[in-house]
Nanobody
Framework: QVQLAQSGGGLVQAGGSLRLSCAAS????????MGWFRQAPRKEREFVAA????????YYADSVKGRFTISRDNAENTVYLQMNSLKPGDTAVYYC????????????????????WGQGTQVTVSS
């Protein structure tokens, strides 16, 4: 079992920045690829970003590429999502997730690739 505890998020004006954190416990963190997803009201959960076990490979959704950065610190068992140039369309509940496959592949764009999920954190971007 892996437990994921999220922090960060909140209310920010358009153009601002936020950083989300996701701290893992329970199993060896570096065995897992990590991902971030988001879900806006009345919409399906969508992929945001993913990072391999070493941090050497990352994937991003086109909608956040160039604005968001995913990173991880295996010594601290934590994955981060730095969000810059935020837009009202980024408003959603954000979830971190852990995949039991350490390397990234196309499956990491989909929620079914992930075995464990954080509790979610609200990000609201005002115009």
């Amino acid at each position: 079992q892996v437990q994921l505890a999220q922090s960060g998020g909140g209310l920010v004006q358009a153009g601002g920045s936020l950083r989300l954190s996701c701290a893992a416990s329970g199993r060896t963190f570096s065995n897992y690829a990590m991902g971030w997803f988001r879900q806006a009201p009345r919409k399906e959960r969508e992929f945001v970003a993913a990072i391999s076990w070493s941090g050497g490979s990352t994937y991003y959704a086109d909608s956040v590429k160039g604005r968001f950065t995913i990173s991880r610190d295996n010594a601290e068992n934590t994955v981060y999502l730095q969000m810059n140039s935020l837009k009202p369309g980024d408003t959603a509940v954000y979830y971190c997730a852990a995949s039991g496959v350490a390397y990234l592949s196309s499956r990491n764009y989909y929620s079914h690739a992930y075995d464990y999920w954080g509790q979610g954190t609200q990000v609201t971007v005002s115009s």
